[in-house]
């Protein structure tokens, strides 16, 4: 709140010091502001804002030594970031939606679900993009000429495409289209990344492409991006925005992830609903636990050591004295 007080006395751009007249509408309230008060602010408007500005910024940095924040946001996927290899902890939910794949021939939208739920999973572990990022993405059908890196800019979105070159799906975004594009990252170069041929990733990316994807848009429009929404007789816009994709990654946890035990589905006991953005969590934690480094990590979410380590530190100290003592250890061992 004090903050907020502070942007309308800012110079410059603050609302209140643009607008000196409000000072007439001042009346005084005993105890609190006085007739000299008013006068004084009437007199010089600038410089009462001016001493308000340098008042609240006092005020607001006394409060932030203080303050603590009472909501975790880690809190729904606490147990995964908690146990050793998070990665491998939260890949059980992409082993549960297999496990528990509908007949494709007797279920086609029911398994054509499923399939957009293993791969929403799978690119969230192995790209770490943000929401906008992942669910804009194109689609360039196998055999295709791809988009060119100046469309996709003036777009500001990325594409999934086949790579001749390397005999793989790659997904190709160009800087401009991440909110952090003027990071020291991306250094004005796209990011580009060929996805791994492992656990049957390229089986179900083809069958999602080649048959999946039309029985998802049941003959609407194609917007053109690879996940599409499940069209229906009430809704025939097959586009995500942020609002229906977070509900659809909140579904999958819902079905897939959480341990049920009267049922005995779900893939991990304690996990609670949660949104993809938690997917970039799991990443930099995993690959902070494994190697202590805070610049390793950041590369996997697309940001900078120093962002990973004020939002992920707290998952290092244990494990940062258990990755000395391995190498430590190594030297009695050779013994």
């Not at 146990?83 to 007797?106: F, H, N, Q, W």
């Not at 791969?119 to 988009?147: A, D, S, V, W, Y």
Request: include cysteine; hydrophobic fraction near 40%.
């Amino acid at each position: 709140m004090l903050h907020l007080g502070l942007s309308l006395a800012r110079s410059e751009t603050g609302w209140l010091r643009q607008n000196p007249a409000l000072g007439e509408r001042l009346v005084p309230i005993p105890g609190l502001i006085s007739e000299e008060d008013i006068a004084a602010a009437l007199a010089d408007w600038q410089g009462m804002c001016d001493r308000f500005y340098r008042y609240g910024t006092a005020r607001a940095k006394e409060v932030q030594r203080v303050a603590k924040v009472h909501r975790d946001p880690f809190e729904p996927i606490m147990v995964v970031l908690e146990a050793e290899s998070p990665v491998g902890s939260y890949r059980l939910i992409t082993d549960e939606i297999i496990r528990l794949m509908p007949d494709r021939k007797r279920y086609p939208r029911a398994a054509a679900e499923s399939v957009r739920a293993f791969l929403m999973l799978r690119f969230g572990l192995h790209l770490g993009l943000r929401q906008k990022n992942l669910r804009e993405l194109l689609i360039c059908p196998r055999g295709e000429q791809p988009t060119s890196e100046r469309q996709l800019t003036a777009q500001k979105r990325g594409e999934l495409r086949w790579s001749a070159r390397d005999g793989g799906w790659e997904v190709f975004i160009p800087s401009s289209a991440f909110k952090n594009a003027h990071s020291s990252f991306f250094r004005k170069m796209p990011f580009r990344l060929l996805l791994p041929d492992l656990g049957g990733l390229y089986q179900q990316i083809e069958a999602y492409v080649s048959v999946h994807r039309a029985a998802l848009l049941n003959g609407a429009e194609d917007p053109g991006t690879f996940f599409v929404k499940t069209v229906k007789t009430t809704s025939r816009d097959a586009a995500y925005d942020q609002n229906t994709f977070y509900e659809a990654w909140r579904l999958i946890i819902q079905r897939y992830g959480i341990y049920n035990p009267f049922t005995g589905r779900g893939a991990i006991k304690g996990l609670l609903p949660h949104g993809p953005h938690n997917v970039r969590d799991v990443l930099a934690t995993h690959i902070l636990k494994q190697t202590g480094s805070y610049e390793q990590a950041s590369y996997a979410i697309q940001d900078t050591p120093d962002t990973v380590a004020k939002h992920y530190g707290r998952f290092l100290p244990q494990d940062k004295a258990a990755l000395a003592a391995q190498i430590l250890n190594r030297v009695w061992e050779a013994a």
